[in-house]
């Protein structure tokens, strides 16, 4: 998962950082904040900005309608509110907010992503913490680095329509502009290889011109 933060708090970055449990990417002008909106692509964004224009601006940039987009200000009117809302914001905060409440919405948005180990069905679980797919008796499947990535990030986002190849590049590496598209073909054709090995089943569709998306 990837998150752009726009003058977040530092302690909050840190510990989203630390965490591992988003790429970040930081930045504090506007106009760096817009570039980076329309280049990549982003499960969240986190901005701290009290000018509703300028709020406005980074929610209009991108077309990515899966982005979540949280502000955080010290001008939350009801017609700040309401604007940020209507332009696409998930949810308007006040700047004093708790970071452990904080981190309990951001949580909310991304379940999954924030569970040390969750399940895809009866077949297997994936251990965020130390990047390992293992079936339900514990056998590990051999998914690792990239591969356990990109699985994790599909069974993830399972319920949305297919994931691009160019969004799991922009979204699982620190640099994806110097990573080849094919890389990601690399990756699930191992995937693919594993699973019908262990399950007998294919999990992984390719949805023609648009990506991949997991099958029950």
Request: hydrophobic residues 40%; glycine residues 2%.
């Amino acid at each position: 998962m990837r998150l752009l933060t726009y003058n977040a708090d530092t302690n909050i970055v840190e510990k989203l950082e630390s965490d591992n449990l988003y790429i970040t990417d930081k930045t504090i002008e506007l106009d760096d904040a817009l570039y980076h909106l329309e280049v990549r692509f982003y499960n969240l964004v986190l901005i701290y900005e009290d000018d509703l224009n300028n709020c406005i601006d980074l929610l209009n940039v991108t077309e990515n309608k899966d982005t979540a987009f949280i502000i955080i200000s010290e001008n939350v009117t009801k017609k700040f509110e309401i604007s940020c809302l209507k332009h696409g914001a998930l949810f308007v905060l006040q700047r004093d907010i708790y970071d452990d409440l904080l981190m309990a919405k951001l949580e909310s948005i991304h379940r999954d992503n924030f569970s040390k180990v969750f399940s895809y069905k009866d077949y297997f679980m994936i251990d965020n913490e130390y990047k390992e797919i293992l079936d339900t008796s514990n056998n590990e499947l051999n998914i690792k680095g990239k591969a356990c990535d990109i699985l994790s990030y599909l069974v993830q986002n399972r319920y949305r329509q297919p994931i691009s190849k160019e969004e799991m590049l922009y979204t699982l590496w620190e640099e994806p502009e110097l990573i080849c598209q094919n890389a990601i073909e690399v990756n699930i054709n191992q995937i693919r290889t594993k699973l019908k090995k262990r399950f007998g089943i294919s999990m992984i569709d390719t949805i023609r011109n648009r990506g991949y998306k997991i099958v029950d």
